[in-house]
Structures are given as structure tokens and as C-alpha cells.
């Protein structure tokens, strides 16, 4: 995301300094947004899309906006109900979420829902995606069977339930390199990278992972919103 503002910026011939006048913020969390240190949050980032005439999921996460920059979406395509925006999230397996740039875009406010969607009251920021738990390492939080929504343009926080993909892993083996995990802390190296430390809620048969964030390989592909618990008898 940072390299997709930065070039943005520049094709505007704009400054760090005139963007961060125009958001009210400092020089320092451009700088920071630009070199992927943070990410700007959603209201940000929509205020900047508009401010370099860029598609706010574009600099999100590198796809065709689906929401104008200015963040208004028309009133024959949002649904609200009772106060509450509704999008649809496209169902997928958990290990496809390691390819998220192959997903094909679905524009998030069709007009009928069909087996490969589930209807969302979150406005979200980014693209939408659910998945069905198969796993039981973060029982009894997550359970086989559970469903989980997560959104790819939200900036993670301490505390976050989050789905990673580790890249090497991943190619060895789908089934082992993505994984559901709550962040449990966040810091930089020496080298002003950002590492993740990331917990399964079964800590005793699942180590810690250290994750070091990379747009092109390590990353995190996007953070729990939603958790609908499977009815059991």
C-alpha cells in the first residue's frame, strides 16, 4: 500500500507535506503510510484517495475500487437496514485466501445473493471475504465448523484476530501456510520492518509466530470483523 500512495502522490506532484496539511497529520504518518511502517486508517485513506484522485481499495490493497473516493456508495446500490449497511462477502475456502489476487473483484452490492456469498452488516473498508473454520487450533474461540468474516483494508491492532499468510510455507503446503491467529504484539526492527507477533488461542500445541510483514511475501491478508458460531446441540 505504502508504494502504491507514494507513486500516487508524486504523479499529482505533491509533497508529504501538502498531504499531510490536507489530512490534518503530521509529516511523519505519511512518511510512516508511504514506507509501510502503518497504514492509514479507513477514513484517511478515503480522504487521500480523493485528495490524489486515486480508487481508495486500490491503494488499499491493490484492486479496482469498488467504492467511489469519496466513500459514497449510490442509494439504488446500498442496502441499509435498520441503521446498519449490508455487503456481501464472498465465501471462499481458507486456503484460497493465500491467493487473494487471483479471486476474481465482485462488485459488493449485487442484487441477489447466491451460494458463493453471505450477506454482511458492516460497511467494511476493504474487500469482503468469508471462510469456514477446519481447523481446531484456536478451539475453543473458533470452532470447526464456525464462520468467519474478515475485511483485507483495516489496519491490525494489538488484540486483532487476524488471517496471515506465510509465503514459503504456503508454497510447500496450502494447508499450513495461512493461518487464523490474534496479534499479540506489533514493533520494528532494526531495520525499521514491521514484526508481528501472532498466538493461536491454543497456545500449548501451537508456538508463537514472529512475523516479519513483506506486501510481497509475509503479510497479513486481513482482519476478523465478524464471527458467526455454528449451532451445536
Known amino acids: 500500500m505504502g508504494e502504491r500512495i507514494r507513486q500516487a502522490r508524486r504523479s499529482k ?3 508529504q507535506q501538502d498531504v ?5 497529520v503530521s509529516v511523519q504518518s505519511v512518511s510512516q503510510w508511504e514506507t509501510g511502517r502503518t497504514r492509514a486508517e479507513p477514513d484517511r485513506l478515503l480522504t487521500l484517495a480523493k485528495l490524489i484522485d486515486s480508487d481508495w481499495e486500490f491503494l488499499a490493497d491493490g484492486k479496482p475500487s469498488l467504492v467511489s473516493s469519496s466513500g459514497l456508495m449510490a442509494a ?3 442496502n441499509v437496514l435498520n441503521g ?4 456481501l462477502a464472498r465465501l471462499v475456502t481458507f486456503q484460497d485466501l493465500g491467493e487473494l489476487d487471483l479471486l476474481p473483484v465482485q462488485h459488493p452490492y449485487p442484487n441477489a445473493v447466491d451460494d458463493n456469498t453471505i450477506v454482511v452488516r458492516y460497511a467494511g473498508s476493504g474487500r469482503l471475504f468469508a471462510f469456514e473454520v477446519t481447523e481446531d487450533d484456536n478451539e475453543p474461540l473458533f470452532k470447526i465448523g464456525d464462520l468467519v468474516v474478515i ?3 483495516i489496519s491490525i491492532r494489538v488484540g486483532d484476530y487476524v488471517v496471515a499468510l506465510e509465503m514459503e510455507e504456503y508454497l510447500k503446503n ?3 501456510g495461512v493461518f487464523l491467529r490474534q496479534v499479540r504484539g506489533i514493533k ?9 507477533e501472532l498466538h493461536a488461542v491454543d497456545d500449548f500445541n501451537h508456538k508463537p509466530k514472529l512475523m516479519k510483514l513483506d506486501a510481497d ?3 497479513i491478508i486481513g482482519t476478523v470483523v465478524e464471527h458467526r458460531k455454528l449451532r451445536r446441540r
Open 174 to 176: 496450502r494447508n499450513t
Open 84 to 87: 446498519y449497511a449490508e455487503r
Open 188 to 196: 520494528l526492527d532494526l531495520e525499521d520492518k514491521t514484526l508481528i
Open 151 to 153: 475485511d483485507t483494508g
Open 13 to 15: 506532484n505533491l509533497t
Open 76 to 78: 439504488s446500490e446500498l
Open 20 to 24: 499531510a496539511d490536507a489530512l490534518n
Open 217 to 219: 511475501y509475509d503479510r
